[in-house]
């Protein structure tokens, strides 16, 4: 995985090299990707060692720099936007009033906030966890001031989510996400795709940081089986020490037959599509903040940081030349 991959500009064009350090004015309009050759297994698989390649050729279809706030282009919404499979909608976001702002089955202790949200009040409080500097879009999780954690539902944290459900969605291509992955006790930075209908699963988990364990990070696809109804989950998890301090790209390319995750866009695992990839998925970056389930997160507690960054350099899709 220290190794890089060098990335075809075009279809079989001139080389360059997929150095994360490389700061890029804008991602390249088309791409071409490499993945294994032979049929891909029922279960996910890490790509080590040689082995033959085939080129997929993309172009771009949807790219956001964050050379402005993200809330002016209208691509993003900053909650959950809900869908039409209740109850297996699971990500419509909790109970009550913190309805599409935070997923209450995962033990999380963050709200999502914006700065037209009023929690429980009537008057917008103004929060506003997205900052922009120099093309860099941060996403800050906070302390919820005392003040305001009445108002907050008592949540610990503030943060910030944005999701492309309102206004894009895609079948098959390449996601992708340029980022720096924060650390600390409690803090669980994502960038994830769900079933544009709202039903779930499927999800596909681009990538995952594990905020208790520096450098570690996961790229998991989930399904239902199709026999057992029971959700089936496949993680891969890597490491990347410098992934806190550096800028690295993290993707998932979703064929017909074949989902293959890049880091640096080198292939490092891939799994057979499971069943219930059917329809057109749209993205979901978020900073939470404590988990129940997951590992290597925990809970916040004294020694998570009052104020932790999620960094996020851009945001790019493309779709397969073939479809």
Known sequence: ?????????????????????????????????????????QQCRRIEGEFPLVAVSLHETFHDDFNDHPLLSGRWTPHYAGGAAWPEARYWGGDGSDFKRKT????????????????????????????????????????????????????DYVSGILTTQDSFAQKHGYFEIRAKIPVGDGVWPAFWLLANDGGWPPELDVVEGRGEEPGS?????????????????????????????????YGALW????????????????????VGFDDPMYMIVNLAMGAKYFK??????????????????RVSVYQIDAY
């Open 296 to 313: 290597g997160v925990g809970f916040v507690d004294a020694e998570t940081p009052n104020s932790v960054a999620f960094e996020i350099d």
């Open 1 to 41: 995985m220290a190794s890089r991959l060098l990335i075809l500009l075009g279809f079989f064009g001139m080389l360059a090299p997929a150095f994360a350090q490389v700061d890029l004015a804008a991602a390249p309009t088309r791409l071409a990707l490499q993945v294994k050759s032979d049929p891909p297994g």
């Open 217 to 249: 990070l996961v790229m998991t696809t989930h399904w239902r089986h199709p026999d057992t109804q029971r959700i089936e989950s496949c993680p891969q998890d890597f490491m990347l020490p410098d992934a806190s301090r550096n800028f690295h790209n």
């Open 104 to 155: 209450s089955y995962n033990g999380e202790q963050q709200i999502y906030v914006d700065p037209r949200y009023a929690g429980r009040g009537t008057t917008p409080l103004g929060l506003d966890p997205f900052r922009v500097r120099d093309g860099v879009l941060s996403i800050i999780a906070s302390r919820t001031p005392p003040e305001l954690k009445p108002v907050l539902f008592n949540n």
């Open 255 to 274: 064929e017909r037959d074949r989902i293959t995750y890049f880091i640096d866009r080198k292939p490092v695992a891939d799994i057979k599509v499971p």
